[in-house]
Every structure is written in C-alpha cells, then in structure tokens.
C-alpha cells in the first residue's frame, strides 16, 4: 500500500495522495446515499450504507486511502451524552458534562458499544482494492471535550475555558475518561482491519501555547504512544488544527516526553516550509493544500506547485487537502487533482 509506505517514509513511485472529508456532499452519490439513511446519524450506524460512502471517493477519486465515514462524536454518544444533528446547525447534545457530577456519570467501556463502526471498518476492508489503505480516525479528547462541555460547536468555548481555569483537575478527568475510550477504539479499529488511524484536533487552535500542550497535545501524544506500544507497523497521524503559532513547542514537548507518531497533519494555516523546517527531520508530513482553491483549476495547479516546490517529490509528504472538502467543490478538480499530484511527483 502506497499511503503506508509513505507514512512510514519508505520510498514510493510517487507522494501518496487522499482528502479529507473525501465523503461529502459535493459527491451526488453521497446525498443519494444519505437521503435513502434518512439522516447523518443513521448513516453512521448503517453498516451497508456507511460503506458505501467510505468506497465512493476511492472509486470516483482514485486516491490512495479510503477513511472511514464516520463522526468523532459517537464515541460521547456512547459514554451516554445524547446527540442530534440539526439541519443547518450541526450537532448537538441535549445535556452537557460542566460538573463533576455529569462527568462522573460518563458510561465507561463505551467503546464496547460503537460495534456498527467496527463492522463497517471491516466490510469496507474486505471491500476495499488491497493496494489501498483504509484510515481509521477519532476525535481528540481536548475537541470531544469542548462539544461535551458546551453542548454543540462553539466560536468562543466560554464553559470549557471556564472549567479549565477554574477547576483544572476535573477537566483533566474528563480528558482522562475520554483518552482511555478513544485509545481502545482506536485499538478496535486496528483489529477490526484499518491500516492506518488519524486523530482530530479540530479545536487546537482555541488554547494559547501552555495551555494547548498540556489539555490538548500531551493527551494526543498519550494515545499514539498507547497505539504504537501494541502496533508499531500501524502509522498514527496526528492532525491539530489551527496550531500554526505553536510548533516548536510541540516539537519540544514530543522531544521532551519521547512522543511516538508517524505523520503530523499540517492545516492550510501553516506555510509547508515552516512546518517541513521544525517536524519535516521527525515527522512524515501530510497537507496542505487550501481547500478553496479547488474551485479553481488554476489556483489548484498553483497551490500544488507551491507545495512541492518545498517538499518535492521524495519520501517524507503525503498530499492533502489543509482542511476537509468544502460541500460545493467542483468534483472534476477532485479529479484533477489526484492526477496532477501523481504526475508531478512520479520518482
């Protein structure tokens, strides 16, 4: 599998390339298979369905790793937070863990419960081309928190931030309850037959430096150390977002505590030079094309030139977007993309 290889900085034929949110509605075959789930959660929990849309980006696409299609958030929903997704708004939980009482109630051994996911790891995988790679994925505690603790997506996390600076230590046990279930289901996943596993950072960005490293970093670093104790040859990527300003010291605390992780996912927010200058030695990294651009052909070719103009087209990159695929891109420069990638980083 070449995305494997490269992960693990072994030499290619050319810079592996995938996209995140690859599954999604600028897809018709993915609206076509929603509207038959009925809704985003049923989805989800539909293991036929769920792997039809894991394998559409593949067929269609042709990229090189296929991710699971899944949420971040079932894994709080199965701790016993109850969750919907409101047309135009996103998700929601109808009751929220601020307290030490609510955190205590916090179902444990949830992971137990997100079978449906397994199974639809495991039919995609008996699905899937062997030649590519099926991405296993969760969100990371610091950003399953911040939805647990304000109810639903936030610009200014005002009751998280509030809980970390007023009581520190009941938010370290959430963050502790939570890493305990995302490394078994990540784990789960693994021996359910992903290849790979990606966790999501998606609010990094929300905390200042010391604060980020030490809510949110180090509980990332903890789950990959986990993975890579019990499955060295499976890469780990970890994906913060919005971390652009904190790299060193990301850098210095992975040193620091002996972090265990393959591939750093870079956002569309950090330029690649920087990025390759303080993780390229360390880390393989993957990115980070601005979205956007897609919906120009020339603003794409341009932004891939801009890429591999720094990283080339040798070991140590893996070609993504900075950010998931925006609802409205045009598929054919999805397409193009993929091609053009390949064709510029033949070895």
């Known amino acids: 599998m070449i995305f494997i290889e490269a992960a693990l900085r072994k030499p290619t034929p050319y810079t592996p390339i995938w996209l995140m949110r690859q599954a ?10 929603r509207k038959r789930a ?53 998700p929601k939980f109808l009751q929220t863990t601020r307290d030490a009482l609510s955190i205590n109630a916090l179902k444990y ?18 699905k899937l081309a062997k030649d590519k790679a099926l991405i296993g994925f969760c969100g990371a505690p610091w950003t399953l928190a911040t939805y647990m603790i304000e109810g639903e997506g936030s610009k200014t996390y005002t009751h998280s931030k509030k809980l970390l600076y007023t009581d520190p230590n009941l938010l370290h046990s959430l963050l502790g309850k939570l890493s305990y279930e995302l490394t078994h289901y990540l784990l789960a996943q693994i021996r359910a037959g992903a290849n790979a596993v990606q966790i999501f ?21 903890e789950i990959a150390r986990s993975i890579k104790q019990q499955y060295p040859h499976i890469p780990v990527i970890l994906f913060p977002k919005g971390v652009g300003a904190l790299l060193e ?32 030695d360390r880390f393989v990294l993957q990115g980070n094309l601005e979205p956007a651009t897609l919906y120009s052909y020339a603003a794409m070719e341009e ?10 087209n040798k070991e140590g990159h893996i070609f993504n977007l900075g950010h998931g695929m925006l609802p409205d891109l045009p598929r054919e420069n999805a397409i193009a993309l993929i091609q053009m990638v390949r064709e510029k980083t033949k070895r």
């Not at 999604?24 to 298979?33: F, P, S, V």
């Not at 950072?201 to 905390?207: E, H, V, Y």
């Not at 932004?303 to 080339?312: C, F, Q």
């Open 24 to 33: 999604g509605r600028y897809l018709d075959e993915y609206k076509a298979t």
């Open 38 to 90: 009925g809704s985003f959660l049923a989805l989800c929990q539909d293991v036929e369905l769920a792997t039809e849309v894991t394998l559409q980006p593949v067929e269609i696409l042709d990229v090189d790793a296929a991710i699971l299609f899944s949420d971040i958030l079932v894994v709080p929903l199965a701790m016993g937070l109850p969750l919907e997704f409101v047309a135009q708004e996103g």
């Open 109 to 126: 051994d949830a992971y137990k419960q997100l079978e449906y996911v397994y199974d639809t790891i495991s039919s995609v995988r008996a």
């Open 201 to 221: 950072d998606s609010w990094a960005g929300a905390l200042p430096p010391r604060a980020y490293v030490e809510f949110g970093w180090r509980y990332m670093l």
């Open 249 to 280: 010291e990301l850098r210095y605390e992975t040193d620091m505590c002996g972090g265990e992780f393959d591939v750093f996912g870079v956002d569309w927010g950090v330029g690649i030079s920087r990025a390759k200058q303080v993780l390229g």
């Open 303 to 312: 932004g891939v030139e801009d890429i591999l103009r720094v990283m080339g």
